[in-house]
Every structure is written in C-alpha cells, then in structure tokens.
C-alpha cells in the first residue's frame, strides 16, 4: 500500500472510532442529562432541595462528559507520541491501563524505528490501543501480557489474558461487534494477519504479524 493510500485508510477507520466513541459515551451520556433537566425543571415548584440535588448531579455528570470529550480530542494524537516516540507512548498506555483498572500487567516492548512513516507507527498504536480497550471492557481479566518485536522484516505483537474468553465464531456473526471488526480492519490496512486464540472462560491470546513497509 503506499503512503498516500495508507494515512487515508487511517483517517477513514479513526472517523469511525471516533463516531462509536461519541455515540457510546458522551452521548448517551448526553441524552441521559435531558432527563435529568426535565426532572429538575418539574421538582422546582415542588420542591427545592431535590431540584438543588438533581442540579448537582448534573453539574457532575457535565463534567464527567467534557472529561471524556478531552480523552477523545488527545487520542487523535497522543502528545506523547510526538514527543517521546512510539515506545513510551505504548508504555504510557499501559500504565494508564493499570492506575484504571486492577490488572497486573507484564510487557516487553522494542523500540520501532520507520523514519517517514510516522503514520504507520501510530496505527501500530492504535491496533495495541484497541487491545487492551477490549481487555479492560470486556475480558474481566486480572493478568494480561502485551509483546511487542521488533524483526527485520516484519513486526509481532502479542496480547494476551486470562479472562472470560469468548466464542470466537459467535463473535464474527455479531454485526455489533465493533471492537474486534475495527481491530480486524485495523491490521488490514497495514496488510497484516492476526490470529485469535480464545474460548468461553479459558482467557484469549491475540498474534499480530505486520510486514515493514
């Protein structure tokens, strides 16, 4: 694929995360707030105190959305990626994983140079970014390993955990089932493979294979 093709698939496929991102928390997170204003507005001529709470809440529940809002806008472009590379961006990642959830988590990380493909590298982020987003969703997990080699001519990530598991056939049926369809999608555009390893209660194993432009 060539450079030109490859930013533009990136951008098409981000469209789309960000779309389910908004429409999966802001706003229904939004439209819950509706309600709640329309409760406000009926309990102000009854009775104050439980208005005043309902307010409050709202003011929260705002504040909570323009926080999430905030955490869409920075993973357009993680700053630490420009700044610091793609090693300490997937680092930070992790370590964000762990203070948001209980999961122990071992990784192994190689610094990957490809100078003038900076794009490639941050959709390389992006499909590691969607693992582990799917592990803290989804896997109840209390383990999960991140590698990620570099070869000569190929790159290889493994994610791994001990959680639920799922039936992976059921899962390729599902039409809802975004997270693994933008993944699938996501190692296409780098003309990558990916192997899943899972079952119902028995963890899940994820292998990626990417060649080197």
Partial sequence: MKKKELVFEIQELDRRRIARDLHDTSLQNLSHLIH????????MDKDMIRAKLELASVSKNINHIIDEIRMVIYD??????DDLGLKNAIIGLL???KKMTSLVIEYDIDEIEMTGYESYQLELYRILQECVINVCKHAHAQNMKVFLKDFLD???LTVEDDGVGFDLEEAK?????????ILKERVKILSGSM??????????????????L
């Fill in 195 to 212: 192997k899943i390893d899972t079952k119902p209660e028995k963890g899940t194993k994820i292998f990626i294979l990417l060649q080197k």
């Fill in 36 to 43: 709640k204003l329309e409760l406000v507005s009926m309990y």
């Fill in 95 to 97: 370590d964000k994983a």
């Fill in 76 to 81: 357009l472009r993680p700053m630490v990626f």
């Fill in 154 to 156: 190929h790159i290889e």
């Fill in 173 to 181: 049926n599902k039409e809802n089932h975004f997270g693994l369809f």
